[in-house]
């Protein structure tokens, strides 16, 4: 149990479906990250938010949207995804974005593209 | 950016062995993590490390920061140790984290 829970674990859906990522940390965290694993490849960062604020958007495309409405919930809501999305998306929060305080990771959701 | 460079890419041993792998990175950093992927994707933190040796059961870490690389060493492997190990290195840059190729670890009974 890492403190950060993620739902659903998987996800399927079709090219013209709208669905949502939900992320929950039970840390007392301020920063929540969204990571994207392609297939045996490492993370990459999608977004980071700190205080509720969106503080990095790693050029996503805009069919990612993140939304965090506290600082206790992350949400990546998705539409009209292509196949090439499929991936596991991770989730993940520390105390603060500075980057000097460890990041702790949710188990994922593994989305696919059909 | 910084490049984080790390070897073996894969590796194979024995039950019982032991290991060593290697995490370089090309700038400063303030913060390295190593993390152990499972076959079902979770990521497990197994140090946080930007200097300094740690060490938890089986599993020991240095960082020497100063030449810029991390060591992960697991003893007496077991075949749960199998999966994906990867070093990330992170910056005062809003919290980044920059992740290695991983190296890939399969323990035979």
């Known amino acids: 149990e890492t403190g950060v829970t993620q739902t659903p674990r998987h996800l399927v859906m079709g090219m013209t479906n709208k669905k949502s990522l939900k992320c929950e940390q039970h840390?007392?965290?301020?920063?929540m990250y969204w990571y994207k694993q392609s297939a045996k490849k490492p993370l990459e960062l999608m977004f980071v938010?700190?205080?509720?604020?969106?503080?990095e958007n790693n050029s996503v495309p805009s069919r990612f949207s993140p939304e965090c409405p506290n600082s206790s919930h992350l949400f990546l809501h998705l539409h009209t995804l292509q196949p090439e999305d499929s991936a596991l998306y991770l989730c993940?929060?520390?105390?603060?974005?500075?980057?000097?305080?460890?990041?702790?990771f949710g188990d994922g959701t593994r989305l696919s593209i059909l | 950016g910084i490049q984080v460079e790390q070897s073996p890419p894969d590796l194979i041993l024995q039950e019982g062995a032991n290991s060593t792998l290697r995490c370089n990175f090309s700038?400063?950093?303030?913060?390295l993590q190593w993390f152990h992927q499972n076959p079902w994707g979770q990521l497990i933190n197994l140090f946080y490390?930007?200097?300094g040796t740690k060490q938890n059961g089986r599993l020991s870490a240095t960082t020497v920061a100063t030449e810029r690389y991390s060591l992960l060493y697991i003893s007496s492997s077991q075949t749960t140790d199998s999966g994906v190990y990867f070093c990330?290195?992170?910056?005062?840059?809003?919290?980044?984290?920059?992740f290695g190729q991983g190296t890939e670890l399969s323990v035979k009974p």
């Open positions: 993940a929060s520390s105390p603060t974005p500075t980057g000097n305080q460890p990041q702790h």
């Open positions: 990330a290195v992170g910056r005062n840059q809003g919290g980044k984290l920059i």
């Open positions: 490390i930007p200097s």
């Open positions: 938010y700190s205080l509720e604020e969106r503080v």
């Open positions: 700038d400063s950093v303030n913060n």
């Open positions: 840390l007392g965290h301020n920063a």
